[in-house]
T-cell receptor, first 114, second 110 residues
């Protein structure tokens, strides 16, 4: 596709449910980033892939968060046993590669945990 | 931990006024970027500054990178309602990661 595509756009989960958020980056983009954005705040780094390798996962808030990019293209962010504090917009972004250039963002997945 | 601070946090001005927003860090970055984000959308890149002391102009927007490459400013001349949005600075680390500031929310009233 022409841009970064994220799905679902909106997700409502009951506390304790597992959720999976998908990111389809721009074709050929090597690097892929996940960010968490609370209402009115800037994006907070979660994790970063270069191709299929997860180079940095230091921003994942707990072991309930897991991300993968098995074939170096589509990525999935999984949140297990969701908590209310997980409610946020999850943004995915991709770049062509190294050196890092422009981050191209998707529209985000808004997660609401009840 | 590399952190970016932005000020002011909120800014509400009348159409036609000038404004400056600031981005500061105690860390040195390989480059610094400014993004603008509108509600329900992802951030969109406005500019990248690389060299200490660099100044870039984009129509009514002027971006400056500090000499020590730790801070930056964005100046908007004659603001228009279309400039309304969340302005984010992002430091690009030497490890090719992007660290975002908390943003300045700008509202330009007609």
């Amino acid at each position: 596709g022409a841009g970064v595509s994220q799905s679902p756009r909106y997700k409502v989960a009951k506390r304790g449910q597992d959720v999976a958020l998908r990111c389809d980056p721009i074709s050929g983009h090597v690097s892929l980033f996940w960010y968490q954005q609370a209402l009115g705040q800037g994006p907070e780094f979660l994790t970063y892939f270069q191709n299929e390798a997860q180079l940095d996962k230091s921003g994942l808030p707990s072991d309930r968060f897991f991300a993968e990019r098995p074939e170096g293209s589509v990525s999935t962010l999984k949140i297990q046993r969701t908590q209310q504090e997980d409610s946020a917009v999850y943004l995915c972004a991709s770049t062509r590669g190294v050196p890092a250039g422009e981050l191209f963002f998707g529209e985000g997945s808004r997660l609401t945990v009840l | 931990t590399q952190l970016l601070e932005q000020s002011p946090q909120f800014l509400s001005i009348q159409e036609g006024e000038n404004l400056t927003v600031y981005c500061n860090s105690s860390s040195v970055f390989s480059s610094l970027q400014w993004y603008r984000q509108e509600p329900g959308e992802g951030p969109v890149l406005l500019v990248t500054v690389v060299t200490g002391g660099e100044v870039k102009k984009l129509k009514r927007l002027t971006f400056q990178f500090g000499d020590a490459r730790k801070d930056s400013s964005l100046h908007i001349t004659a603001a228009q309602p279309g400039d309304t949005g969340l302005y984010l600075c992002a430091g690009v680390t030497y490890g090719q990661n992007f660290v975002f500031g908390p943003g300045t929310r700008l509202s330009v009233l007609p």
